[in-house]
Structure formats: C-alpha cells, structure tokens
C-alpha cells in the first residue's frame, strides 16, 4: 500500500509504505528500556538542580533557559518526589526521535527495511537511546532538533511553508533549554545557500518564524545581559573541560562513536550518500550541515555529543543508502554485508543492555577514579545523596540551638545544594552555593555570619573566617567524586568580611 507525497506544486512522487509493525516494535522496545531506566536509583544532579531553579522561577538562569526548571516543577506538582514522572517528558520525546528517524528514512524513499534499519540504527545507540532515561537539557536538546530536522525534510518534500513556522516554535522552545540550536540554524541556512535548495533562504515564513524565535527569547537575554551573561561564560568552561577529556585530538572520533556498532556505519554511510548520491541532491544541504556542525564544535571545543540532534536524519539516509546499495551486491556479498550488519546490531543491541540500570545497587562497582566516574556521570551522579543530606543534617543538629540560631549551610557544588533543597529544605536552614546557576539563587545574608561549609578546601574557607573545624564528614561507596565521595563537612565562624563583598568572587561556572 502506498500513499502519495507532494514534491512541488507541479512534481508528485509516490512514498513508500509504512513499516508500522516494525518500527512500532522498536519505538515499543525503546519505550520499554526507558521506563526502565527511568524508574531505577535516584535523582541525577541535574534533575534536583532543574527541581530548585523550578521552585525558583526566573527568565533566565546562569546556564540554561526556564524550560526545563518549568517542566521539571510541573512534573514534581503531579507527582511529587517521582523521578519516574519527572523523566517522562524525556522518554516520550526520545521514543518519538526513533520513530521521526524511520519516518525521514521513508522520506528518502526506503522501504519498509530501511526504515526499519534506521529506528534500530537510532535505537541501538547507547547514547542516543540511554540519554532518554534521564530528564537533561542534551535529552531533550537531542529530541527537539530530530523534530525539526523532520519539519524540514517534511518541507522539501511539500513545500508547506507552515512547517517553517512549527519549526520556528519547536526552535523557540529548544533555545529557552539550551543555546545551541543557533548553530543548527547557521549551519543549515548556509548549506542551503551553497547546495540548495535556495529556495529555503527565500521563505518569508522562515525568517518570520526567526523573528519569532527572537521575540520569545527577549526575556532570557535581558536576564543574560543583567548578570553579564553566564550562559556564555559557561562555553569557556565546556572548553577548558573538553582539553581535558581529550580536546580537539578525540573530537571527531567520540563524536563519530556515540551512534553505537550499528548506528556509526549507518551515520558515515549517511554522509557519504547525502553529500554523493544524486537521489538525495535535494538533501544534500543536511548532510552538509552536519559536517559544518561537526567543525565548528570542534573548533570552538564544544562537547562531542553537541551535533547529536541531526544524527537522527543522517542515520535515516545512511539506512537508505546501505539497503540500495546492498540490494544491488552480488548474491555472495550481500550475505556477508547482511552477516555483518546483523553481527553490528546484536553488538549494539548487547552495549545498551548492559547499559540500562538493571544491576542492584550493591552490585555495582564504585568508580575507580574521578576521570572513570566523569565518564559515567550518569550512573554516578544518581547515588549519594542521601547519605549526604543524612550527614549535613546531622553536622547541623549537633550544633547548639545559639549557633544553629545564626548558621547557614553553604556547598562546593550546585548538585549538592540542589540535594539538600530538594530533601531538607525545611529541616535545614538557607542553602547557598556559588557553584553554576545555585549562585545567582542568592548571596547569604552579611548578619549570619557562622556557616556550615559542605566541602571546598580548608585554605579558601580560612580565607573567609578565623575558626574552620571539621564537623563531617561524606563518602559514600557509590557517588559522584566531590559531591558524595572525600567531601568534608566544615564549621566555619569568625568571618572576616561581609557576604556581600565576597559571594561575587566565590562564584564560579
């Protein structure tokens, strides 16, 4: 059964049939893992930092926009204290990224296997899928460029220019969760210009739909430009991070990786068969875009997963292109190319089952150093935390009810306010911290002036008082180095200069 796509106003072309019980399989299987994952451990620290913006409304913050801190108080006020429900926006959003990825394969005229291959492809990646299990800004980031990478493949086929000012609205909200969709769009305009079709540039509804971007983004900038614009700052800092994950060195390589055994093949053959092969002529401009994308990032040392959003429809051309080409193979070729693809799959297939959470907890290892738990800050980042709010709760009931009368708590970092906000705020005292977006939460009041300090360095505290004792102290088996592992609790007294002098160079990005 087929159904017809219109091209243009004069071209009409005949689109594949759906691969529905096929793709449905897959979208379904997804579906399954993420509920999975989504419903293991414990809050990620973002998630209880986006939780604390949320509970703190603003136009802006330090290094994100409002969107998720939003999302993430309305999916608490539904269910309070859910990480189930709190992550569901992010596992409905990457289930219907595997299922856009087999539509763009349908678009580039793939039948029902290539279709079929792109949604595994998408699938199969730990990245692309696991990322799904968590509700984080590049979760979501990720989803909302494959749906307008969709709009956009939609319109060439169409020429609907309605589908320019959806994704215009689609855009405004993905630059309120994260500031790297400009790029996308940079890149995209400019490879239209070169490759075609021009035709893209010209549109009153694109430019329409960017002054619409604009418009809705003009809260967030005027926040950015009253507090000298953190959420720049912070490309600095991922810069400086990334020298030290291995810099531009492994860029291309970590980037290339992330898609898995099978989803890597898939995404060279897709560049290849967007940039070279004539049928995809019209869709050269995404393929190109990406490698733009990709070069940009690296030269400004964004992180490798920034391009990942437009991985989705290079995957669909790549499945296309591999199942023409291999369907032209002599016989013997075929069964080795088929044989291989099949082996890539089950490789793939076997990577994201072992790295869903379904080990308990007291089998997990711990991590062996700082770097490996950076590696795996999902994982790690999910433990700890209440071993922390247990240890700074009781650091602070051992005080005497005149010390705990003028204490306040102040943390290294913004993951360990955010856990204390998010299960002692009421038992605790204020929570302060000058790490990331918890600074601009607020500086501590110049008439407390006791503090109990939950890590930094004994120098920088005595810098600040004439009396730093340890109270506590925090290192839990599984944690985040830092934040729940070799941190100690201070009390500090005797401070030498007020709060408000102080609090702007304590904070840091």
């Known amino acids: 059964m087929t159904d017809v796509v219109e091209r243009s106003s004069d071209e009409v072309a005949v689109a594949p049939a759906r691969a529905t019980v096929a793709v449905?399989?897959?979208?379904?299987?997804?579906?399954?893992?993420?509920?999975?994952?989504?419903?293991?451990?414990?809050?990620?620290?973002?998630?209880?930092?986006?939780?604390?913006?949320?509970?703190?409304?603003?136009?802006?913050?330090?290094?994100?926009?409002p969107v998720l801190p939003l999302v993430a108080r309305a999916m608490d006020t539904v269910a309070p204290g859910s990480f189930l429900v709190l992550r569901l926006p992010a596992v409905v959003l990457t289930v219907v990224s595997v299922v856009l990825c087999a539509e763009m394969a349908r678009a580039f005229g793939g039948g029902r296997?290539?279709?079929?291959?792109?949604?595994?492809?998408?699938?199969?990646?730990p990245f692309l899928l696991l990322q799904g299990g968590l509700l984080t800004t590049n979760a979501v980031d990720t989803a909302l460029w494959v749906i307008i990478t969709w709009l956009l493949v939609r319109w060439v086929q169409t020429r609907r220019d309605g589908l320019l000012l959806i994704a215009a609205l689609v855009t405004a909200v993905d630059f309120q969760v994260k500031w790297l969709i400009p790029f996308f769009w940079v890149a995209i305009v400019v490879s239209a210009l070169v490759f075609g079709p021009r035709?893209?540039?010209?549109?009153?509804?694109?430019?329409?739909?960017?002054?619409?971007?604009?418009?809705?983004?003009?809260?967030?900038?005027?926040?950015?430009?009253g507090h000298s614009w953190p959420e720049l700052a912070m490309g600095g800092e991922i810069a400086g991070e990334e020298a030290v994950l291995g810099g531009k060195l492994l860029f291309l390589p970590g980037a290339v990786v992330l898609c898995g055994f099978l989803g890597t093949p898939l995404l060279l053959c897709g560049i290849w068969a967007l940039l070279r092969r004539g049928e995809f002529r019209q869709y050269r401009f995404l393929g190109a875009a990406l490698v733009l994308l990709l070069l940009v990032f690296l030269v400004t040392g964004g992180r490798v997963y920034y391009a990942a959003g437009m991985y989705a429809v290079v995957i669909a051309a790549g499945a296309v292109g591999a199942v023409t080409v291999v369907g032209g193979m002599p016989v013997p070729w075929r069964r080795v190319v088929i044989v291989v693809g099949v082996a890539l799959g089950i490789s793939s297939v076997v990577v994201v089952a072992d790295g869903t959470p379904w080990r308990p907890e007291d089998r997990i290892p711990p991590p062996p150093n700082a770097a490996a738990a950076a590696v795996q800050i999902g994982l790690y980042g999910q433990f700890g935390w209440s071993e922390l709010v247990d240890s700074v709760s009781y650091a602070y009931d051992a005080l005497s009810p005149a010390e705990r009368a003028r204490t306040v708590i102040i943390t290294d970092t913004y993951w360990q306010a955010s856990a204390l906000d998010q299960f002692a705020r009421y038992s605790l005292p204020p929570i302060y911290s000058p790490s990331r977006g918890f600074g601009y939460f607020g500086t501590p009041p110049d008439t407390e002036s006791a503090v109990l300090a939950v890590g930094s360095t004994e120098p920088a505290l005595r810098s600040q008082f004439d009396h730093v004792e340890p109270v506590g102290k925090v290192d839990t088996r599984l944690g985040y180095p830092g934040n729940t592992q070799d941190v100690t609790i201070w009390k500090c007294t005797g401070q030498r200069k007020p709060w408000s002098r102080v609090w702007p160079q304590w904070m840091h990005l």
């Open 113 to 125: 296997t290539a279709q079929m291959l792109a949604a595994i492809g998408y699938a199969s990646s």
């Open 24 to 65: 449905g399989a897959v979208a379904v299987v997804s579906a399954a893992i993420l509920w999975f994952c989504a419903s293991r451990y414990g809050y990620f620290g973002d998630e209880m930092y986006f939780l604390a913006a949320g509970r703190r409304p603003g136009w802006g913050y330090a290094d994100q926009g």
């Open 199 to 225: 035709d893209l540039v010209r549109r009153p509804p694109l430019w329409a739909g960017g002054l619409i971007v604009v418009i809705s983004a003009v809260p967030e900038l005027l926040w950015q430009a």
